[in-house]
């Protein structure tokens, strides 16, 4: 386990880029069809005349392609622990078929756990950006990651 990231790894106020996810239209499609079937998921010429403007993936699904990122981008080489879940996702713009998503991750907050001294609770902002820069989705929560052993 030494070669994985742990709690003592994270500085509050650093960033971390997560790498990119490429938006498909039959992914936002499928997921639509499961999970969150309006039309404007799901039917690209009805899309283009609703508010969003075009086939733009459900926000939950935008969460789930922001989370491919952060697994791929820190967790997965991560002594992680889990999360007791999120304060807060905003939906700030669509995210449409066919446009390529940029991950980032910023340590906001950290502290060692008093009850479980094993474990660091790290608060993080994680966001999905357009390759313009333009904020798509953001969420912040926290990752419980494991402290070094002394």
């Given at each position: 386990m030494s070669d994985l990231l742990h709690f003592e790894d994270f500085t509050v106020g650093e960033s971390w880029d997560l790498g990119?996810?490429?938006?498909?239209?039959?992914?936002?499609?499928?997921?639509?069809?499961?999970?969150?079937?309006?039309?404007f998921h799901l039917d690209e010429e009805r899309a283009k005349s609703s508010v969003l403007g075009g086939l733009?993936?459900?926000g939950w699904h935008s969460c789930g392609m922001l989370m491919r990122m952060m697994v791929d981008g820190y967790l997965a080489r991560t002594a992680g622990m889990g999360s007791p879940g999120l304060d807060e996702i905003k939906w700030l713009k669509p995210v449409y078929a066919g446009e390529t998503l940029r991950g980032r991750m910023t340590v906001l907050a950290k502290r060692q756990s008093k009850s479980r001294p094993e474990m660091g609770l790290v608060t993080m902002r994680w966001e999905a950006l357009s390759t313009q820069g333009e904020a798509k989705v953001?969420?912040?929560g926290v990752n419980l990651i494991k402290v070094r052993a002394p």
């Amino acid at each position: 386990m030494s070669d994985l990231l742990h709690f003592e790894d994270f500085t509050v106020g650093e960033s971390w880029d997560l790498g990119t996810y490429d938006v498909k239209a039959d992914e936002v499609k499928s997921f639509a069809r499961e999970f969150d079937p309006q039309f404007f998921h799901l039917d690209e010429e009805r899309a283009k005349s609703s508010v969003l403007g075009g086939l733009s993936a459900s926000g939950w699904h935008s969460c789930g392609m922001l989370m491919r990122m952060m697994v791929d981008g820190y967790l997965a080489r991560t002594a992680g622990m889990g999360s007791p879940g999120l304060d807060e996702i905003k939906w700030l713009k669509p995210v449409y078929a066919g446009e390529t998503l940029r991950g980032r991750m910023t340590v906001l907050a950290k502290r060692q756990s008093k009850s479980r001294p094993e474990m660091g609770l790290v608060t993080m902002r994680w966001e999905a950006l357009s390759t313009q820069g333009e904020a798509k989705v953001d969420m912040t929560g926290v990752n419980l990651i494991k402290v070094r052993a002394p």
